[in-house]
């Protein structure tokens, strides 16, 4: 038995309870908020539905519950694995530390409430419930991020580095090297051992850098912000990987004068065929978020190609995972069309659906 086996059976189990596209459909076909909860106590989410309604009223019912749902699914996948595949699986959820410990750090620099803050956060990688709210309460970021370091936590890594190199460096840049460091690291600790993750995290890097580099598209105070923040005339800096889009070739997209000419420079990549039909959609709305939905739809096909294509190894929780967090998203949707009236055809077209 390999070390993914036990794992992957139980994770199999689990995705047999994700909601069906039927189910979600006949949610969104709901005529109002308690009528959309009341048909949630008939689904897997019963139990967080029911302990959610006795603290909280309207959408915050169903809010609270997808949160709670999604701690108590995913937090007990830890146990699940041993050996190499939990020191792989860990570098999947080490996604939510990274998440956890910026918005703490945001929350920290706008003097958030600590409860506040610990409700933006989803205990489930290597920092736990009590972690977070000792940093939660602590009385600034510096003060966080020297918690992090005493408890040799991995991640204070590129946060300390940073601050030797710019004692003032702000939120942004804090949250850039967090989001670089991980990458890099995620993608090197896998390398040879963890190919289907290393994939995953290749493809999310690009992901996330094609909107980097159209966001720049048509910025004029771009080039004066890299300068200050990074010294740099190009926004190379801003980009995290290693993906499988040169930084080079980013660089060239984000340089160009349209959205348009910019979809060009990608053609030839994995994503130009998306980008490219998406451009239409684009030229109406003239919406960024049009590329973003399109981008994050790909990349829950890439996900769940991988839950079939490596059935034994860790392909299985990529999978489970980026379905989870999708059926989330959907539900997010759902609750919002229904508390803003709109019509059943209008919230389902919204719905992001895979094949399985």
Do not use: C
């Not at 809010?63 to 694995?81: D, E, G, M, P, Y």
């Not at 610990?118 to 991020?145: F, K, V, W, Y």
């Not at 936590?153 to 590129?158: C, S």
Request: glycine fraction near 6%; aromatic fraction near 8%.
């Amino acid at each position: 038995m390999s070390d993914f086996d036990y794992g992957n059976a139980r994770l199999r189990a689990m995705k047999s309870r994700l909601l069906t596209r039927q189910v979600m459909e006949e949610l969104a076909g709901a005529e109002s908020v308690p009528e959309l909860i009341n048909a949630l106590t008939k689904t897997p989410y019963r139990e967080a539905i029911e302990a959610a309604l006795v603290q909280y009223t309207g959408t915050d019912i169903i809010a609270q519950a997808r949160r709670n749902n999604l701690i108590h699914t995913v937090s007990k996948v830890h146990r699940f694995f041993s050996g190499q595949a939990a020191e792989i699986a860990a570098w999947l959820l080490r996604r939510f530390d990274i998440d956890n410990v910026k918005a703490i750090l945001r929350g920290l620099a706008q003097q958030v409430p600590a409860n506040e803050i610990l409700a933006s956060t989803l205990p489930m990688g290597e920092l736990q419930p009590s972690d977070l709210n000792i940093l939660a309460r602590a009385t600034h970021a510096r003060a966080a991020i020297d918690l992090l370091a005493t408890w040799r936590i991995p991640l204070a890594q590129p946060l300390l580095a940073l601050r030797a190199e710019r004692a003032g460096a702000d939120l942004f840049e804090m949250e850039l090297a967090l989001e670089r460091w991980y990458f890099h690291a995620a993608i090197t600790a896998t390398k040879g051992n963890g190919e289907s993750l290393r994939q995953y995290l290749m493809f999310h890097a690009d992901v996330a850098n094609i909107l980097t580099a159209l966001r720049m598209i048509g910025e004029t105070e771009a080039t004066a912000f890299l300068r200050q923040h990074f010294d740099a005339p190009d926004p190379a800096p801003l980009f995290v990987g290693p993906g499988h889009i040169a930084f080079a070739l980013l660089t060239e997209t984000a340089r160009q004068e349209s959205i348009s000419r910019a979809v060009g420079t990608l053609t030839r990549t994995t994503y130009g065929a998306t980008l490219a039909s998406t451009l239409e959609q684009y030229r109406v709305t003239s919406r960024l978020s049009d590329f973003e939905y399109a981008l994050q739809r790909q990349q829950l096909e890439h996900a769940v190609n991988l839950l079939i294509r490596d059935p034994l190894g860790i392909g299985v929780l990529i999978g489970y995972m980026a379905l989870k967090t999708n059926e989330l998203a959907n539900l997010r949707r759902i609750v919002q069309g229904v508390y803003l009236g709109e019509a059943p055809n209008r919230i389902r077209a919204k719905l992001m659906m895979v094949n399985t």
